[in-house]
């Protein structure tokens, strides 16, 4: 028996640069092998990509799985018709994900969606991250645009926040939701501290996690990603 209503799965607003992000999906598409174990992303670009992937699979009957990286992903793959698979069941042979900024080194920032953990975990995990990213989201130094989002533990906040000022950062501020009163909660439980660093060096990512009570950062240092755009 299905259900008589599921959930919607629309992209909530506009998606900025569509065409050229459509470019970079067609690209991330063509990648896809039969028997493909994908572990996915969140951001307007993976949107994109996993509704061509989902035609992809319709078209040539390919037999793929994805790992879902966060809830509204999963809503998208089961509306779409494509089957999901856990890290707990099998491990993915590559993934794709966006970005918030990237700079000349292929350091990243992500997790404006607020998916850091899973999406962390998932880039891990997998043999390669492919990164899809529009003109955009390039950058000379990082937090030139958007701030490190850091995910803590609700009672290490205030901990958290004074270890994170003693790296040097400039500004930390408490992520507050929209729509809501009170803070942004992750799918893990947590909250969100927006942090920018005048200069962020190569232990920085590291440095952060340390700090007991973090959970993760959306900074990314050393994965093997591939910059696709």
């Known amino acids: 028996m299905e259900w008589n209503q599921k959930q919607k799965s629309e992209w909530n607003g506009d998606i900025i640069n569509r065409e050229q992000k459509e470019v970079v999906v067609k690209r991330i598409v063509d ?3 039969d028997g493909d174990i994908i572990g996915v992303g969140t951001g307007s670009t993976a949107y994109l990509a996993t509704l061509a992937i989902s035609e992809r699979i319709k078209k040539e009957g390919l037999k793929v799985k994805v790992i879902p990286a966060a809830f509204e ?7 779409l018709g494509i089957p999901m698979t856990t890290l707990n069941e099998a491990k993915p ?7 918030d900024e990237v700079d000349p080194n292929g350091w990243l920032i992500k997790g404006r969606g607020g998916g850091l953990f899973k999406e962390k975990l998932i880039m891990s995990s997998s043999k390669i991250t492919y990164i899809l990213v529009d003109d955009s989201k390039f950058v000379n130094n990082l937090c030139e645009k958007f701030p490190i989002p850091v995910e803590c533990s609700p009672e290490a906040l205030n901990y958290v926040r004074e270890e994170i000022f003693e790296l040097g950062a400039s500004s930390i501020e408490l992520r507050l939701a929209k729509g809501k009163d009170g803070p942004v909660i992750t799918e893990s439980g947590n909250l969100i501290l927006d942090v920018i660093f005048g200069e962020v060096h190569e232990s920085l990512e590291i440095d952060l996690k340390s700090i007991t009570g973090v959970i993760e950062t959306g900074l990314c240092i050393g994965f093997n990603i591939e910059i696709v755009k």
């Not at 042979?93 to 970005?99: E, F, I, K, R, V």
């Open 73 to 79: 992903i999963e809503i998208l793959c089961s509306n």
């Open 31 to 33: 990648k896809i092998k």
């Open 93 to 99: 042979d590559w993934g794709y994900d966006g970005a």
